[in-house]
């Protein structure tokens, strides 16, 4: 019985140090400024997004035109503004050990749809028409 519930505990404590920790607005900046970071919904591309100097950023859903913008932290959200949208657009960034989500944020709780970071380059975003990454 005893092994049992050691099993149980050392599941319990695998499961804590797996825990999805928000990543803060200034951890976030560290991460993304003069990366491009490459998102999947559903294991399919969904889109990326560049972040530029002086939290500006050029978003691209995938094979679509990019979409200037500009990024801000509120409390443990990180909110974005584009021209084309008629207000922020707020996503609690998750770490999980090496992996990392993004939560979407509506009224201050998360909605349920999440979008996973694929990959962060170096290298800018491809823009198709006038609104180039770099």
């Known amino acids: 019985m005893r092994t049992v519930a050691a099993l149980v505990l050392l599941s319990a404590l695998a499961t804590a140090a797996r825990a999805e920790t928000p ?14 970071l490459h998102f999947r919904l559903g294991g399919v ?11 500006r950023t ?3 859903f995938a094979e679509d035109a ?3 913008g500009r990024w801000y ?3 443990d959200a990180i909110c ?9 657009i707020c996503w609690r960034f998750l770490r999980d050990g090496e992996d990392f989500t ?4 509506e009224d201050g709780a998360e909605t349920g749809f999440h979008i996973d970071l694929d990959r962060i380059e170096a290298s800018p975003l ?6 180039l990454g770099s």
């Open 102 to 105: 993004a939560a979407l944020i």
């Open 58 to 60: 050029l978003w691209r």
């Open 23 to 36: 990543v803060s607005p200034e951890a976030f900046e560290a991460m993304t400024e003069g990366r491009t």
């Open 126 to 131: 491809a823009c198709l028409g006038p609104n």
């Open 66 to 68: 990019c979409e200037p």
């Open 45 to 55: 591309p969904f889109g990326a997004e560049q972040f530029l100097p002086g939290r």
């Open 80 to 88: 974005f503004v584009y021209e084309t949208q008629p207000g922020p």
């Open 73 to 75: 932290g509120e409390g």
